[in-house]
DNA sequence: ATTAAATCGCAGTAAATTACTAGGAAATAA
DNA sequence: TTATTTCCTAGTAATTTACTGCGATTTAAT
């Protein structure tokens, strides 16, 4: 149940672009120096979000990413879903919610329904907690900022 | 972000043992059989829930296992806890809840109340699932269970 | 007393996944 | 023309997962 270094690092950088690419993108040499994520790393995840609609790139020097859209319109679950895919506890289409197949012994359906609470709970945190908001929280916390946690 | 196959098997061992193990224990080849999972990995995740106190055995011939405790004091969380260890996203001690730590850039520190969010909300779904709840909604589904999904 | 059925405990291992690195092509501002 | 940047693909060491195997111990039934 854990989230692996494609969503943790992913949205970072999402974070990153919204306070800093502001006016003009930014280059991800610059994320990653910032954010401590190697370049060639976070390109493989900027890549994801780019084709996803997330972000949008201007090349060649000078250029860089910036956020496709207004951060009120970008979702936690819209970025973690492109870098990690389903946040689905099991990959298991009747929770999922594509297909309605039912399981053979009957306390495979009672886990079925297990997984689908949990799935149900982490989306509808995830699908309802948007960037702006997170950008609000960052600025009440910027001033007490101390320690670096090797998980986070 | 998924369960590994600890929690999603383990999960339905227990439930295994609500339904069978009312009277008399039931031995893990039987369970093995009925849920379709090894023995002798199945011994390995009794055996974590034995050490948590979910489960009890009783050895020798004729033996087997059955629930610790009842089924209304038993949640899912519990139970996943002992076979997955934190379900929190990340290993952060600011999430889990061990420890005051911040973090060093703010918006490694806004990530954590990302985490701590999803950690929250997962908790609170499986934490509030007993197994007796588990049991009675098998009864509704018994019927119409017709196919196996690989993942459940 | 012997046997068969069970739990208990620990070690090993193939396959999959993760978390990267490497190298180079293409685009563009200065 | 050059430096800076995105873009694209492949490879790979380390870790984790999902088991299997073996043997010891306990106990009910014969």
Redesign the pocket.
Known sequence: MKL???GRYGLRAVIDLAMYAKTEPV???DVAERQNI?I??L??LI?KL?KAGIVQ?T???????SLAKEPEEVSVGEILRVLEGSLSPVDCSAVDGEGETECSASNFCVTKYVWKRINDSINDTVNNMFLSELLEESEKVKSDAIKVEPGC
């Open positions: 692996t270094t494609k280059s991800l040499s190697s060639s790393y390109e493989q890549a780019k790139s090349r060649g020097a000078q250029g860089g990413y």
